[in-house]
């Protein structure tokens, strides 16, 4: 914990995926700050491990775990050696995700297979692994990385924003399911973040986040710790009553 966050989290375990990327590098940090123990997930080891470190440097909280999510026996392995780590799983945040783009008649069957894998089936497999602990101990939060693709899809990117329509959906069905368990699942929905996956989506386009920037009503794209923010706020008990709440965090920018 440091003196500009609250302790929210102090004596919680909490699970990030895709922690060596933009957003959940940013969302490891902000738990951790926040007093909690944190396990660092991601299929790259070297990413992880920085974010790690960069944690506990600031003498706060974290182990990496390396996992592939798009394995099944990979996400049940990654909860069993949590469990067994720490004895119990207080919030799970499913953030890694992948952005294969093109039209349907432009996608191979690899690109939407994985992206279906990486960015659903990994949370149906997580929360499966997860949920036994967590209703054990009487409850705990969940929150899903969506997008605001996913409830506005953009053009040429069906898989990706399929994906995190369905990211939507299953974030809605296991908070009716699990509520009766105090198990709150909530989902966040970003419009576009300043991270290596929007880099490439500007290299990509020839543009720099500058030129992003002005397509955003507030002046600017948003920042990953702001993401980590509003995600601080839904796992936490002041966030008590929010149960299936698919919250946009987007500058106020329209798809186009
Ligand atoms: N950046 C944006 O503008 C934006 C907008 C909306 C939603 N999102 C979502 O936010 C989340 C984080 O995105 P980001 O911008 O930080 O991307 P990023 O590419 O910087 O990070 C994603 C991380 O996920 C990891 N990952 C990929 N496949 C994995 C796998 N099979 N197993 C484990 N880890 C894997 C990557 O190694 C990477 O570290 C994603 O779900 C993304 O779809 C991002």
């Known amino acids: ?22 957003i959940g590098t940013a969302i490891a940090q902000r738990f951790a700050r926040e007093g909690g123990q944190v396990v660092v997930t991601d299929s790259n080891a070297e990413l992880a491990n920085e974010t790690t470190a960069s944690i506990v440097a600031e003498g706060l ?20 050696d949590v ?5 119990k799983i207080d919030v799970l945040i499913n953030n890694a995700g992948i952005n294969r783009r093109g ?20 949370m ?19 929150v899903n990385t969506a997008s605001q693709w996913g409830l506005y899809p953009a053009p040429g990117h069906i898989a990706y924003n399929v994906s995190k329509a369905a990211v939507a959906s299953f974030t809605q069905n296991l908070a009716r399911d699990y509520a009766p368990h105090k198990i709150r699942v909530n989902g966040v929905c970003p419009g576009e973040i300043g991270t290596p996956m929007l880099q490439k989506a500007a290299e990509r386009k020839g543009l720099t986040f500058a030129d992003f920037d002005k397509m955003v009503p ?10 980590a923010a509003l995600m601080a ?6 966030a008590e009553f929010m149960c299936g709440s698919l919250v946009e965090i987007t500058g106020a920018q329209p798809v186009a």
């Open 124 to 142: 149906f497999h997580l929360c499966r692994a997860a949920i036994p602990n967590m209703i054990k101990n009487g409850g705990a939060a969940i």
């Open 1 to 22: 914990m440091t003196d500009k966050y609250l302790p929210r989290y102090e004596n919680k375990v909490i699970i990030v995926t895709g922690a060596g990327g933009g």
């Open 233 to 238: 706020f839904l796992a936490s008990e002041e």
């Open 83 to 87: 469990e067994a780590q720490f004895g």
């Open 61 to 80: 909280k974290a182990v990496t775990m390396v996992a592939d999510i798009s394995s099944r026996d990979e996400c049940y392995k990654l909860i069993a």
């Open 218 to 227: 507030f002046g600017r794209i948003g920042r990953p710790d702001e993401v």
């Open 103 to 122: 039209p349907l008649m432009e996608l191979s069957d690899e690109d939407w297979d994985l992206t279906m894998q990486v960015n659903v089936t990994s």
